[in-house]
């Protein structure tokens, strides 16, 4: 059975920082993107950055600058680095996987196969 779990999410200040971890297991995901995406409330979940198993990265405009995507495939998890948080950052972050040979967009939500069930993230101001 394939899992993405995440941690690593809480409550910070603006300014602060917060490392998010994804564990992934049931399958290999060689050959996988593996990526983040979040949902604040009452919004549309978002692209937020992602990481080719040959080690190319994309962020998100709106995170570029302040968040960083590393990938350990050894182990299987990929961590998201925020820094400079802001509190339009507050959300609940996911973890998913997407076969790269299948996936046509990088950013797009559907083009996932796997998903986490979410770590919530919130910035006070």
């Known amino acids: 059975q394939v899992q993405l779990v995440e941690s690593g999410g809480g409550l910070v200040q603006a300014g602060g920082s917060l490392r998010l971890s994804c564990a992934a297991s049931g399958r290999t995901f060689i050959g996988y993107r593996m990526g983040w995406f979040r949902q604040a409330p009452g919004k549309e979940r978002e692209f937020v950055a992602t990481s080719w198993s040959g080690g190319s990265t994309r962020v998100a405009d709106s995170v570029k600058g302040r968040f960083t995507i590393s990938r350990d495939s050894a182990k299987i998890t990929v961590d998201l680095q925020m820094n400079s948080l802001k509190p339009e950052d507050t959300a609940v972050y996911y973890c998913?996987?997407?076969?790269?040979?299948?996936?046509?967009?990088?950013?797009?939500?559907?083009?996932?196969?796997?998903w986490g069930q979410g770590t919530q993230v919130t910035v006070s101001s």
């Open positions: 998913a996987a997407a076969n790269q040979l299948r996936s046509m967009s990088w950013s797009r939500e559907s083009d996932y196969d796997y």
